[in-house]
């Protein structure tokens, strides 16, 4: 079974505070994502990337940035957090040629992050 | 700009019954369509994926139809129980999009009620 990681399930920071999402998966999926869910408004799109070293903006990209150093392992980052940055936040992989995305993502259970 | 819509309110559904969740889009010239189920707190988890040249597709108690004319998939659940009650939610590929051309729903809570 495809597995996708994320490294912590709840986080408490505080505004102004530097805050690291890691995301691994386990099945040499070309294609990550990072998503944000808050009620009423639905998943949206932060980033994603399809390639190692290669990312790009989603729908939401500010007030965040992403790393892709292997593969396997997604990070995204949030240089100075917001309170309007507390969010579920989850990830996703997929297979995927080039930019296409080939099939259905899978998603890790989510970092609830909470901004004071 | 593209738009998926589901319905936001709760749908409450007697045990056994049949489940129909509803997803229209606009604006979209689809590749495929896909529904995932979401339980409290978790990730959502992927059931199904119907491409644009299908009408149907079935898994188990699982039935998705895709209607291009009325810009429409129906999900069903037959034989519903109480363990299907989460948030339905359905997302859209648009022909030619790259990986962030995968849209979302924003889900539909559905009530499985014994």
């Known amino acids: 079974d495809v597995k996708v990681t994320q490294s912590s399930r709840y986080l408490v920071k505080r505004t102004g505070e530097k805050v690291f999402l890691e995301c691994v998966q386990d099945?040499?999926?070309?294609?990550m994502f990072w998503y944000r869910q808050d009620p009423g408004l639905g998943l949206r799109l932060i980033y994603f990337?399809?390639?190692?070293?290669?990312?790009e903006k989603g729908d939401i990209p500010e007030g965040y940035s992403v790393s892709r150093e292997k593969k396997e392992r997604f990070s995204l980052i949030l240089e100075s957090a917001s309170t309007n940055q507390t969010s579920m936040y989850l990830c996703?992989?997929?297979?995927?040629?080039?930019?296409?995305?080939?099939?259905?993502?899978?998603f890790g259970e989510g970092s609830r992050l909470t901004v004071l | 700009s593209q738009k998926i819509e589901q319905n936001s309110e709760a749908l409450n559904i007697q045990e056994g019954k049949t489940a129909t969740l509803t997803c229209n889009y606009t604006?979209?010239?689809?590749?495929?369509l896909q529904w995932y189920r979401q339980d409290p707190g978790r990730g959502p988890v992927f059931l199904l994926l119907i491409r644009e040249n299908e009408k149907e597709k079935r898994k188990e108690r699982l039935k998705v139809t895709f209607d291009t004319t009325l810009k429409q998939s129906l999900f069903h659940i037959t034989a519903s129980q109480p363990a299907d009650s989460a948030t339905y939610l359905c997302a859209l590929l648009y022909s030619g999009g790259g990986a962030d051309g995968l849209t979302f729903g924003k889900g539909t809570h559905l009530i499985i009620q014994p």
């Open positions: 099945m040499d999926h070309e294609n």
């Open positions: 990337s399809y390639d190692v070293k290669m990312k």
């Open positions: 604006n979209y010239s689809p590749a495929y």
């Open positions: 996703a992989s997929s297979l995927g040629r080039g930019r296409t995305l080939i099939g259905e993502l899978f």
